[in-house]
Each structure stands twice: as C-alpha cells, then as structure tokens.
C-alpha cells in the first residue's frame, strides 16, 4: 500500500462500483435497495466507501447499535486484496465504533482469508449461526470486546 487511500460515507451514485465489487466478493449478494434503506433510511447504520485515487476498491456497512457495534458487511475489490487495504478498512470501520462495547460479524466458516484478519484484530468466535447462508453454510458469530 503505498497511496492511502481514504473513507468517506457511502453515496447512491457509489451502488454501480459496491454492487460491481459485491458480485465479485460474495456468493450471498445484497441488492441495491438493501444498500439504498443503509444509505437513505436505518439511522443505526454506517456505510462507507474506501477509495483510491479516486475510485472505490472498497465499502463496509457496520450497525451502530446501543452497546453492540455489527459490522453487517465489508468487501474490498479482488483486484486489490492481499495489499493491506482490508486491514485499512477494517481499522477504520472499527474507529467508528464510538461507545460500542463490542464489535459483532459473521463470517463463512469456510473464509479462511477473513477470519485470519479477524483474529489478527482481536475477533474470537463466540457462536455458530446454522445454515446463515442460502447455500446451507454455517456462519461463525465473531465477537471482540471493545472496552
């Protein structure tokens, strides 16, 4: 990583890119009116974009919900993963956590790549969700205490 790149929050003439990025990403996609009721409508949410040089590479939705902070999505573009701008994501997404006690997501258990980032940033399992996914895959609950 050598240019920074920078957050800002999430815009709808950003969904082209976060819906080009989340096709790329996930097996289980959300829409463009999932991203649309974030932006315009749930005032417990705080979407963001990751940009570089002025495209986006990245964008996280995260819930900011009395004690629990839920980071609901994050995704950064293939074409730029393995070069620290995940990490840079998720430090930053973390730093908008304000009074959250704890941080909260579900990982596959099969994302060998995500849940080693998790961990090197202080996430522990802390339960199973059966069958989350619509393929029937389990989702492994992390949690990391915050305070």
């Given at each position: 990583?050598?240019?920074?790149?920078?957050?800002?929050?999430?815009r709808?003439?950003?969904?082209?890119?976060?819906l080009?990025?989340e096709?790329q990403?996930y097996?289980?996609?959300?829409?463009r009116s999932?991203?649309?009721?974030e932006?315009?409508?749930?005032?417990?949410?705080l979407?963001?974009?990751?940009?570089?040089?002025g495209?986006?590479?990245?964008?996280?939705?995260a819930?900011?919900?009395?004690?629990?902070f839920?980071?609901?999505?994050?995704?950064?573009d293939p074409?730029?993963?393995?070069?620290?701008?995940?990490e840079?994501?998720?430090r930053a997404?973390?730093?908008?956590s304000?009074?959250?006690?704890?941080?909260?997501?579900?990982?596959?258990?099969?994302?060998h790549?995500?849940?080693?980032?998790y961990?090197?940033?202080?996430f522990?399992?802390?339960?199973?969700?059966?069958?989350y996914?619509?393929?029937?895959?389990?989702a492994?609950?992390?949690?990391?205490e915050?305070?």
């Amino acid at each position: 990583m050598t240019t920074l790149p920078t957050i800002r929050p999430m815009r709808l003439e950003d969904l082209d890119r976060v819906l080009e990025i989340e096709v790329q990403v996930y097996r289980d996609t959300w829409s463009r009116s999932n991203y649309r009721f974030e932006i315009e409508e749930n005032r417990f949410s705080l979407p963001v974009v990751m940009e570089l040089e002025g495209q986006v590479i990245g964008y996280s939705v995260a819930w900011l919900m009395f004690e629990e902070f839920h980071i609901a999505t994050i995704a950064v573009d293939p074409a730029f993963q393995r070069r620290g701008y995940g990490e840079f994501l998720l430090r930053a997404i973390l730093g908008m956590s304000d009074d959250a006690e704890y941080a909260l997501l579900e990982v596959r258990k099969t994302n060998h790549k995500a849940l080693s980032l998790y961990k090197k940033y202080g996430f522990r399992q802390y339960g199973v969700r059966r069958r989350y996914y619509r393929d029937g895959e389990d989702a492994l609950v992390l949690r990391k205490e915050l305070k």
